[in-house]
């Protein structure tokens, strides 16, 4: 079973810089994709950013400019680095890791437990 831990979450002033990693164990192959969701009490998870094996990124439009995601395929390691943090980026954020077919479709979808995000005045 594929295990996915973040760290990094914690509570920022608004305009702060946070960055968020995600490590995966288990893996047998290669994650298709790999990156971050987050989710806030009574709304659905949403995309935040993710990467896919050929290095494409893609990103929310309320987070573009501001975040980055990165990897290290070598590692099963996915970043988020934060900046210019807002008060509606505050949300829990969970680590996401899919695989995919030959029809580049998923799969299996894998998430961590989550790591918490709050950003303050």
């Known amino acids: 079973q594929v295990q996915l831990v973040e760290s990094g979450g914690g509570t920022v002033q608004a305009g702060q810089s946070l960055t968020l990693s995600c490590v995966a164990s288990?893996?047998?192959?290669?994650?298709?994709?790999m990156g971050w969701y987050r989710q806030i009490p009574g709304k659905q998870r949403e995309l935040v950013a993710v990467?896919?094996?050929?290095?494409?990124?893609t990103y929310a439009d309320s987070v573009k400019g501001r975040f980055t995601v990165s990897r290290e395929n070598a590692k099963n390691t996915v970043y988020l680095q934060m900046t210019g943090l807002k008060l509606e980026d505050t949300a829990k954020y969970f680590c996401?890791?899919?695989?995919?077919?030959?029809?580049?479709?998923?799969?299996?979808?894998?998430w961590g437990q989550g790591t918490q995000v709050t950003v303050s005045a």
């Open positions: 996401h890791a899919e695989f995919h077919d030959d029809a580049r479709r998923p799969l299996s979808v894998f």
């Open positions: 288990g893996a047998g192959g290669s994650i298709a994709v």
């Open positions: 990467m896919d094996t050929d290095g494409i990124e």
